[in-house]
């Protein structure tokens, strides 16, 4: 499903209105391909640090030269590590001429977050890499039981215990994973227990973030705007991130789940590859949720 924002207030619109309910904005005038790349760099002028890693997602999987300067510019004022970390990965998959310099100081940076998306875009720059530059954000909308309507555009997700065993990614995972972080921004937090992460990990779309903990889950999923987060985790340090989200996944994997996780779960499976079964389907997850 395709998102389209209005280029003045960030406010979402579906493609048939024609003006914006908030500013007044002509949107039919934003739907031609130049004006929604500027409509996406005019959002790297905001504040919110979630529209902020949203604009950096989708002007990456785009590729348009046009975001490396202003990408540049947003990585020297903000100061939240999450930005600057979403800015950083976009910019490796831009690979514009000057990028080296800036990811190289990034490696050094006082925040992990930071340093591992930094080191992780460098080798980008010299790949002839060939993205779909087609594909567009997708979100799942539907009514929640004590929530009402919500938008979910987001997936946070622990990996050991939730995506592994021992660090080595479960059957069937990295199929359903790729498909879907090629159209929702995903995260994967982990303290990379056994340090195989970025090794089981390796090719696939999806923004690794090594993590020291719970706490630190939980304030991603907060950077990121909550109340559109889908979260998937076993353990004891995912409860913190599960409880912010806006729906929870408790995974009873191979290596078992927490029994604290389970009381802040909106939805408990058995297997990884149902929960993101669920996602790629949602009206599984209406059916499980139904009153």
């Not at 831009?94 to 050094?108: G, K, Y």
Request: aromatic residues 4%.
């Amino acid at each position: 499903m395709v998102h389209y924002y209005c280029p003045t207030c960030w406010r979402e619109f579906h493609a048939t209105q024609r003006q914006c309910v908030k500013c007044g904005e002509d949107l039919q005038h934003s739907l031609d391909d130049n004006r929604y790349i500027e409509s996406i760099l005019h959002a790297l002028n905001r504040h919110e640090p979630s529209i902020l890693m949203r604009a950096c997602w989708v002007l990456g999987r785009i590729r348009d030269p046009r975001a490396a300067a202003p990408l540049i510019h947003l990585m020297q004022r903000t100061s939240n590590p999450f930005v600057v970390a979403a800015a950083s990965d976009a910019l490796g998959r831009i690979a514009p001429p000057e990028a080296a310099f800036f990811l190289e100081a990034l490696s050094h940076h006082p925040a992990k977050t930071v340093i591992e998306t930094a080191r992780a875009a460098l080798p980008r720059l010299n790949a002839n890499t060939k993205e779909d530059r087609t594909m567009t954000p997708f979100s799942i909308m539907m009514e929640l039981p004590g929530k009402g309507s919500v938008i979910l555009s987001d997936l946070v997700m622990d990996f050991s215990g939730t995506l592994s065993l021992e660090g080595v990614l479960l059957p069937g995972v990295a199929e359903r994973l790729t498909e879907i972080a090629e159209r929702m921004p995903t995260a994967i937090l982990t303290a990379d227990t056994y340090g195989k992460a970025r090794e089981s990990l390796a090719g696939m779309p999806v923004d690794i973030r090594i993590v020291e903990s719970a706490m630190d889950k939980a304030f991603y999923v907060e950077t990121v705007g909550s109340k559109h987060v889908i979260a998937i985790g076993n353990g004891r340090n995912d409860v913190a991130m599960l409880d912010r989200a806006e729906l929870a996944i408790a995974v009873i994997g191979p290596e078992g789940a927490a029994a604290e996780l389970l009381r802040v779960a909106d939805i408990v499976v058995c297997d990884i590859n149902d929960a993101l079964d669920m996602i790629l389907n949602p009206t599984r997850i209406k059916a499980t949720l139904r009153d």
